[in-house]
């Protein structure tokens, strides 16, 4: 996978909202069909990574690449904004998020939802989108509720619908925020058995998570996050079974069930 290309790379991002300084340098290469988990304190930088990694907040400093091509930037520091809104559309299609809070929309059916990104953003055939979508749906064990309500479903299965989702878009990366953190334990075995059986698969993730056993078990590269900067990284063995620095021993620790 090292010898593959990457699909996400970041190189010395700075990202500051006023005065504070949220990210700090931090580098992140996601190559094709490789895992990559961030993990560290609430505060620590992770999900602004992944929110400018999908150009959903603008960074001040740094490159960001996707698939080799870097995004055109105009305008320096708190001023910088991505200059080609083209390539931003084209770059997120490609970029498939899936939130901590679901984020369905409530008057659409499962199926509606999950078909509906496909058929409205990238004008695709809906009959086509629909069989791939029931697809989607089976594969993530929910195939029986393609004609029910959000709100008929417990938070497991919303947040499967929403994995069902993000693939139907058919993207080069998949980009998790937390995704079990809403949900009670038993439902969160569901939805992290949907994301080791993407990883087997050979798909390109990163991973925001506060699960220390699911980054150490589908992850290729753990990213550990300190107050903006990157303290440790290095494959899920070494990270968790040889922690090299004293914070990350003390984040283990404090996080260990």
């Not at 698969?201 to 990157?230: C, N, P, W, Y």
Request: charged residues 25%; aromatic residues 4%; contains cysteine.
């Amino acid at each position: 996978m090292a010898d593959a290309p990457p699909v996400i790379e970041i190189r010395a991002l700075h990202k500051a909202y006023g005065e504070l300084e949220v990210l700090k340098g931090v580098d992140l290469r996601a190559c094709q069909g490789e895992v990559v988990s961030l993990i560290g304190s609430s505060g620590s930088g992770k999900s602004t990574l992944l929110r400018c990694a999908n150009l959903l907040e603008d960074s001040q400093e740094g490159e960001i690449l996707f698939c080799e091509e870097p995004v055109i930037w105009k305008g320096s520091g708190h001023n910088r904004r991505p200059a080609d809104h083209k390539q931003i559309t084209r770059i997120r299609t490609n970029l498939s998020m899936v939130f901590q809070s679901f984020n369905l929309w409530s008057h659409l059916t499962i199926l509606q939802n999950v078909m509906e990104a496909p058929v409205q953003v990238l004008r695709r055939d809906p009959a086509e989108v629909e069989e791939k979508a029931r697809g989607y749906l089976d594969k993530v064990g929910i195939g029986d509720k393609c004609d029910a309500w959000p709100a008929q479903l417990s938070g497991g299965q919303q947040q499967r619908a929403a994995i069902a989702r993000a693939l139907c878009m058919e993207p080069k990366a998949l980009l998790f925020d937390e995704p079990t953190s809403a949900l009670d334990p038993e439902l969160e075995q569901e939805v992290v058995k949907v994301i080791k059986d993407l990883a087997r698969e050979g798909r390109t993730m990163v991973i925001v998570t506060h699960d220390m056993k699911l980054a150490h078990d589908v992850s290729d590269h753990v990213i550990f996050l300190h107050q903006g900067r990157i303290e440790e990284e290095g494959p899920p063995a070494v990270l968790f079974g040889q922690p090299k620095s004293e914070r990350l021993r003390g984040f283990l620790s404090a996080t260990a069930h």
